[in-house]
């Protein structure tokens, strides 16, 4: 019984080594899309905000890992998916680090200036709170230097986007989610992860 349940242990270790793995390589063709079709899914997004219908491009990541070594449990795609978790807190989990880190100083000092309210998880961004107003969130989006900055107005109102150096996309809109954050400013990281900064007056 102990050798068994050693060896179910040795091919756990095995299966959490390949999970974060494929977690690594979904970070890097994340990023690889970033890189390559960015711009193009920039204008995707500008698109699709006036009713337009524009796929989005990129690499798939194929998710090779799952059951290689050992059966894991829970629904694929799903709350209970363990190995979707450990792929998510293994590899790409890293990935909301990467959105910040290549983002440059201007984007970390924001983040650092931030309350985090909402971590990351496997079906939702990670959220942040900065207390100010409207003007205190275009400040900080003017504070990034940002290229080929474009001012979208659609009915649910004005949307502000540009591209830092390494292609991150940053936008500034009015939240949409139905709840307490609805209305507010909000600053938008958008690099292999998103994520959001909202500004509460208080």
């Known amino acids: ?9 040795g091919w756990g270790l095995l299966q959490g080594g390949a999970n974060i793995v494929n ?17 193009y899914n920039l204008g995707s997004w500008i698109v699709n905000q006036f009713g337009g219908d ?32 450990s792929k998510f807190l293994g590899g790409s989990g890293a990935a909301a680090m990467a959105s ?27 959220i942040y709170e900065k207390t100010g107003s409207e003007a205190a969130a275009l400040a900080d989006f ?14 649910s109102g004005t949307t502000r986007v540009g591209t830092l150096p390494d292609g991150t996309i940053i936008n500034i809109h009015t939240s949409t989610t139905p ?18 900064i909202r500004y509460p007056e208080k």
């Open 54 to 85: 524009n796929p989005y491009v990129g690499l798939p990541s194929p998710d090779w890992s799952r059951g290689l070594f050992t059966q894991e449990s829970g629904t694929a795609g799903g709350w209970d998916d363990t190995h979707g978790w």
């Open 142 to 155: 003017n504070s990034l230097n940002l290229s080929n900055v474009k001012i979208i107005v659609t009915k």
């Open 179 to 196: 709840g307490k954050t609805q209305g507010l400013p909000t600053l938008e990281i958008r690099g292999p992860e998103v994520i959001k």
């Open 23 to 39: 977690g690594i390589q979904d970070l890097g063709i994340g990023l690889f899309n970033l890189g390559i079709f960015g711009g």
């Open 100 to 126: 910040v880190l290549g983002a440059g100083s201007g984007a970390r000092n924001l983040l650092a200036s931030a309350r985090l309210v909402k971590p990351a998880t496997k079906h939702s961004v990670a």
């Open 1 to 9: 019984m102990f050798g068994s349940a050693v060896g179910g242990f």
